[in-house]
């Protein structure tokens, strides 16, 4: 027998039982013909791998959205990592506004208030874009790949043995299907070994399966070590975050606009709410607000001469009868009869001018 007759052999020999198989499966649905149940563990088995391929990719890909919500950067990443490729590097978000705030701080002057404040700001955003593109790397590598590595390979290797389970078990009910129609003693014999055949393939594919399955309880266990992995890169993203935005809210204080003229009484800037205020003790609310309360500021306006005083943040006068003040310098206030109660005298060298209350901390 040449290889060309072997080769047309097999292919007849393919088509019959593919035919032979069809025919089974059709008959099933029309209710013609029994099948043989996997047993209860099996099908449970079956479940929960489905399900756990099913809530993966779900999570991967909503985990993917999370760290790089770009569509088209996501579909760039993707054909890179198929074409083995490095994707190039390019400037986030935070990183992208971090810069426009920095170059509009130069060009308003780095000496301006909001031009420093910009600068600052812009230098914090590019820290955060620092910490987003960590927080990325990380994801992918201790939760993504190996999320990934399940359904494009363990997930796969289970789908195929699955699928060889089912012609199997398609085999042998083809096969009880045939004894059951044989009625020459030569047939049945026929038949009667080819169901032992298909029942020993059916039972060892079963076996297989059985415990491929049964891997996914320690690929729950991985996943779950590959979790707890991600929280704490969140963690230490979002610890990060906070503790630049707190450097930089302790950095700029508050930088209000003076709607005033030399015709109206102006109105002494407030910074935020959770900032230090003159003699003030801090009040928390169940929200978690910290309100501060002027308790000692009567005092300090009632105090006869002058005391030192130290800046809390940057202010800019908003017209000749205020004085600009510099964060950290230390200056001297007094009060003055008649002077709105938000303000008070300073006085730095030859200079003199009213200051906002809230922008000082008393010194003893």
């Known amino acids: 027998m040449n290889i060309m007759d072997f080769n047309v052999k097999k292919l007849a020999a393919d088509a019959g039982t593919f035919l032979s198989r069809a025919v089974q499966f059709t008959e099933e649905k029309l209710g013609q013909a029994e099948k043989t149940e996997l047993d209860a563990h099996l099908e449970n088995l079956l479940s929960k791998a489905e399900c756990t391929k099913i809530w993966t990719e779900k999570i991967m890909k909503q985990t993917e959205v999370l760290l790089q919500p770009n569509p088209n950067a996501r579909i760039e990443e993707f054909v890179y990592e198929k074409l083995d490729r490095k994707a190039p590097s390019r400037i986030n978000n935070p990183e992208l506004l971090g810069q426009y705030m920095i170059d509009a701080g130069t060009e308003f002057g780095p000496g301006t208030a909001y031009g420093n404040a910009l600068i600052k700001c812009g230098e914090t955003q590019k820290r955060i874009g620092t910490a987003d593109r960590e927080l990325i790397q990380t994801s992918a590598l201790n939760f993504l790949t190996p999320l990934r590595n399940f359904i494009e390979g363990d997930y796969k290797t289970i789908a195929k043995e699955r699928k060889l389970l089912q012609n199997k078990r398609l085999d042998l009910d083809a096969a009880k299907t045939r004894l059951k129609k044989a009625k020459a003693a030569e ?9 032992r055949i298909t029942q020993s393939e059916f039972d060892r594919q079963a076996e297989i399966t059985r415990l491929l399955l049964e891997g996914i309880s320690s690929t729950h266990a991985h996943h779950l070590r590959c979790l707890n992995d991600f929280v704490e890169a969140q963690m230490t993203y979002y610890a990060q975050c906070y503790q630049y935005m707190l450097d930089l809210q302790k950095q700029l204080g508050s930088f209000p606009s003076n709607y005033c003229n030399n015709n109206q009484t102006s109105v002494a800037p407030v910074p935020s709410a959770s900032s230090n205020v003159i003699g003030s003790s801090a009040l ?13 500021l009567i005092d300090l306006k009632e105090c006869s001469g002058s005391r030192k005083a130290r800046v809390l943040y940057d202010y800019d006068a908003a017209n000749s009868s205020e004085l600009s003040l510099l964060a950290d310098e230390v200056i001297t206030v007094f009060s003055v009869v008649g002077m709105d109660s938000d303000w008070l005298m300073g006085e730095r060298g030859n200079q003199k001018g009213r200051v906002p209350i809230t922008y000082l901390e008393l010194l003893n």
């Open 187 to 195: 047939t049945r014999a026929s038949s009667e070994q080819e169901l």
């Open 284 to 296: 928390t609310s169940t929200s978690g607000l910290v309100i501060t309360s002027p308790t000692n």
